[in-house]
């Protein structure tokens, strides 16, 4: 059962790295195996960024979720006045709906998601708004709500016309 002797002990061994060794007798190679962690990471990556908008999406047409990305390094009570301003606006309120309104610290360790990464958040503030179907404005720029706004009021004026 067992090898006794030096010869069968040394054949096994070289039997056995023999096999390791040759390429054509392994079930897998390395130049088969790395295109496939490479499609199964780019696979991996856009099925976490989907999950993360659709969790942040809108839970009703008509609505939308405004979501406000925070840096350490522009965190201070003039640029959060002036977001909070835009975001009270009467003119805003009136033409978009917001179901969700949260800010969220980039700096926060605890939390489950690495927005910075999935979104590509590379300034802050950065306002990401979502309606029901995903982003409809991604920006670091707060006149870009107003546009926004004013095309979603637009769309819905000629919605009610063409009917």
Do not use: H
Request: with cysteine; net charge negative; proline share 4%.
């Amino acid at each position: 059962m067992y090898p006794t002797t030096d010869r069968e002990l040394r054949g096994s061994s070289e039997g056995f790295q023999g096999g390791l060794s040759n390429n054509s007798q392994r079930w897998w190679n390395y130049e088969k195996l790395f295109p496939l962690l490479i499609a199964l990471t780019v696979l991996l990556g856009c099925t976490n960024k989907d999950k993360v908008i659709k969790d942040m999406t809108a839970s009703e047409p008509g609505t939308y979720s405004i979501y406000v990305f925070w840096g350490e390094e522009k965190n201070t009570p003039e640029s959060q006045l002036q977001l909070l301003e835009v975001i009270n606006d009467e003119e805003i309120r009136e033409k978009m709906n917001f179901s969700i309104i949260r800010p969220i610290s980039l700096g926060d360790t605890n939390q489950k998601v690495n927005y910075a990464k999935v979104f590509d958040i590379k300034e802050t503030p950065t306002i990401i708004i979502l309606d029901n179907d995903g982003i409809v404005l991604q920006t670091t720029d707060l006149s870009d709500i107003y546009t926004l706004a004013e095309s979603i009021n637009t769309s819905i004026a000629l919605i009610i016309t063409s009917t």
